[in-house]
């Protein structure tokens, strides 16, 4: 049996890039601790908040929204709601995860649409009409990295400061991505050990993004980190360009 590196309990998960052996309590206050940073930097939360989370039925968001609704469960301040855009798949597992999490939730339709910018799209207008000040979705450092990639292979500087920034110009609410610094395979341990999750495969990668996946899924196992220093050469590039996010020190390659 493997150890905790932190305790004597049994290790549930060895972090490559960390070195470390976590048992489920250290794994649960590591992955807290990174949302809790990313959440740091939104400079968001000081005061009351409507939140509304994307949730999908799949492992991120229910992650997410496990996490923000147990870490601000003292703040009487800030409420959750839980937005469900109906894609036809998942609507079922979103709904269950809202009522047991005791959020309320909105159904929004894509009417047939399909498309990441459309659904980006419906989800802000959505969570404005029910009265949020802020998005959070559950993207996951896997999401980040594989973005950050695709857009300097394409060269797309506008696009990759905007991924950084978590928000998009026209944006009239703060888009925010708490789990950007977790990685895949974390939330899916953290989802699966919470009772949050129980599918072991998702859809749908396809094209160019699926190639850009499987070539970062290949540079982590040879060399872990990788794709902690994709996210920290856009924090670089954002440091440069807009200067420290409330004193915030660029991410190390452990992801601390
Ligand atoms: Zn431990």
């Known amino acids: 049996m493997t150890l905790c590196d932190k305790c004597s309990s049994k290790a549930i998960i060895y972090q490559r890039y960390s070195g470390m052996h976590l048992c489920q309590a250290h794994f649960d206050e590591d992955v807290h601790r990174k949302i809790r940073e990313s959440l740091r930097r939104t400079q968001l939360f000081g005061r009351g908040e409507r939140v509304a989370v994307g949730l999908s039925g799949g492992k991120d968001s229910a992650t997410l929204l496990y996490v923000l609704k147990n870490m601000f469960s003292r703040r009487r301040d800030i409420d959750f709601v839980a937005i469900i855009i ?6 079922a597992q979103a709904r269950l995860i809202s009522q047991m ?12 649409a399909t498309g990441t ?85 998702e859809c749908c990668t396809l094209g160019w993004k699926l190639e850009v996946k499987r070539h970062l899924n290949g540079f982590e196992s040879r060399h872990p980190g990788t794709k902690y220093s994709l996210l920290r050469s856009l924090e670089r590039i954002l440091l440069l360009k807009e200067g420290p996010i409330n004193g915030a020190k660029p991410l190390s390659a452990n992801g601390k």
């Open 86 to 91: 109906d894609e036809g798949q998942g609507v």
């Open 101 to 112: 999490l005791k959020v309320p939730s909105v159904i929004s339709s894509m009417h047939g």
């Open 117 to 201: 910018r459309v659904k980006a799209d419906l989800l802000i207008k959505t969570a404005q009409e029910n009265g949020a000040d802020v998005l959070a979705t559950g993207h996951n450092l896997d999401d980040e990295a594989q973005e950050v990639f695709l857009k300097f292979l394409q060269g797309d500087v506008e696009g990759l400061l905007q991924t950084s920034a978590g928000r998009r110009d026209k944006d009239p609410i703060p888009w925010i991505k708490p789990l950007r610094r977790v990685p895949e395979k974390e939330t899916r341990l953290y989802a699966i050990t919470h009772g949050l999750y129980h599918h072991r495969s």
